[in-house]
Nanobody, 112 residues
């Protein structure tokens, strides 16, 4: 079955960290870029970060640059999003996307 499954979300205090994982099944990651998106209540889904398949080059939205790090492990067919120095405005459902597929999302809540 071809699917993406996110995990690692939760409740964290401002300034804290979380690491999200996106596990892929049904195909290999080698040839595909992976993106992370998020959607806060009442807002449109926005791109957070992505990583290429060829050279591992990365992109970050300005709002997360310097705080988030995207990575991929093709052997484990998993992508990670390390999120540090979290802020309340990072609260959202986070989704991974690749090969025209979306995961179900994982909730991240940043609150004291």
């Amino acid at each position: 079955q071809v699917q993406l499954v996110e995990s690692g979300g939760g409740l964290v205090q401002p300034g804290g960290s979380l690491r999200l994982s996106c596990s892929v099944s049904g195909f290999t990651l080698d040839s595909y870029a992976i993106g992370w998106f998020r959607q806060a209540p009442g807002k449109e889904r926005e791109g957070v970060s992505c990583i290429s398949s060829r050279d591992g080059s990365t992109y970050y939205a300005d709002s997360v640059k310097g705080r988030f790090t995207i990575s991929r492990d093709n052997a484990k067919i998993t992508s990670y999003l390390q999120m540090n120095s979290l802020k309340p405005e990072d609260t959202a459902i986070y989704y991974c996307y690749t090969r025209a597929l979306w995961g179900q999302g994982t909730q991240v809540t940043v609150s004291s």
